[in-house]
């Protein structure tokens, strides 16, 4: 039985691969760049959504939700399911963005 010398057909054994696996390891793969910082207020305000989820929210809150939304030029308003058509009223008048709804999580259980 011969042994086969350490040479490119035939790495040492000390490199770092487990015995039996060929070749080196493939490198891992790179993550995608990362989107660039919002600078301003503008850009800022492009990403984020302005939120009312509460349930018992007023529709004047609504209607206020939306004003701000189209003053700061937001990406997206959130409402509570009740409130979508009032919110996307809005957004037809020109008062807002896109309304976009949330089912709201039970609510938690009274206090003994």
Partial sequence: ??????????PAADESRPAGRPGP?????VPPPLPPVPTTRAEL???????????EATSD????LCADAA?????????APTHVYLAAA????GDGPVPAAFKPLPAPPPAR
């Fill in 1 to 10: 039985m011969t042994t086969a010398s350490p040479g490119p057909d035939h």
């Fill in 25 to 29: 390891y493939p490198p891992p793969p």
């Fill in 45 to 55: 305000a492009a990403v984020i959504d302005h939120t009312l989820l509460r349930p």
């Fill in 61 to 64: 809150e609504i209607i206020k």
């Fill in 71 to 79: 003053k700061w030029k937001v990406a997206a308003v959130c409402v």
């Fill in 90 to 93: 809005c957004a037809r008048r």
